[in-house]
């Protein structure tokens, strides 16, 4: 499974729109790239998914670039029961036997 | 209320008990998965299983029994735990078809306490 690197924290207002950037430079060309949110004490909730350019559902937006090394989740207008940790995945579940391998997460901090 | 149900919520046991976690899901699923969450560390999964059978178990140790009857239970069975087996543990399901493979359901969790 590819592995993962994420920004430790980041702070925000609410209001903002929040972009976070993932790197995953030794992506497979099978792998897809999948987003969870995670609220202290709690399981963590998926978010979004994509293979390639952009998907956007009714929570965020997922930005991945032609190379595919890394990409962006965008929460547009957060607030502050957006404050949470998010977790970037990469991985081939159809082959990889569903092994999922989260990493330390980005932990996001939306100020009033 | 993701559909996956996990009892107890809280737990403590001292190193000699025995206990059982049960999780079921109620969403038609057929991969189960446990996970284990320490304080400060990512998640870590622990096993899986595809329709009954195992198919993932990132060396763990014996202390810690799975047993999936069907493919809406899962259980976790522990036994002689250590202190540092303090952890939330979480369960999750998905379906093991195409793209909704990626999109794991999980329960609540158990917050567990060793003695």
């Known amino acids: 499974l590819a592995k993962t690197t994420q920004p430790i924290s980041m702070d925000s207002y609410e209001g903002q729109e929040v972009n976070i950037t993932c790197s995953h430079n030794?992506?497979?060309?099978?792998?897809?790239i999948t987003w969870y949110q995670q609220f202290p004490s709690q399981g963590p909730r998926f978010i979004i998914q994509?293979?390639?350019t952009k998907v956007t559902n009714e929570v965020a937006s997922l930005f991945i670039p032609a190379d595919r090394k890394s990409s962006t989740l965008s929460l547009p207008r957060v607030s502050l029961s957006d404050t949470a940790v998010y977790y970037c995945?990469?991985?081939?579940?159809?082959?990889?036997?569903?092994?999922?391998?989260f990493g330390a997460g980005t932990r996001l901090f939306v100020k009033a | 209320e993701t559909g996956v149900t996990q009892t107890p919520r809280h737990l403590v046991m001292g190193m000699t008990n025995k206990k059982s976690l049960k999780c079921e899901q109620h969403?038609?699923?057929?991969?189960m998965y446990w996970y284990k969450q320490s304080a400060k560390k990512p998640l870590e999964l622990m096993f899986v299983?595809?329709?009954?059978?195992?198919?993932e178990n990132n060396s763990v140790p014996s202390r810690f029994s799975p047993e999936c009857p069907n493919s809406s239970h899962l259980f976790l069975h522990l036994h002689t735990l250590q202190p540092e087996d303090s952890a939330l543990y979480l369960c999750?399901?998905?379906?093991?078809?195409?793209?909704?493979?990626?999109?794991?359901?999980f329960g609540p969790g158990t917050r567990l306490t060793v003695t």
């Open positions: 994509g293979y390639k």
């Open positions: 299983y595809n329709f009954k059978e195992q198919t």
């Open positions: 969403l038609g699923h057929n991969a």
């Open positions: 995945l990469v991985g081939d579940w159809n082959t990889g036997g569903f092994k999922t391998i």
């Open positions: 999750a399901s998905s379906l093991m078809t195409g793209l909704s493979s990626y999109e794991q359901y």
């Open positions: 030794n992506i497979a060309t099978n792998d897809y």
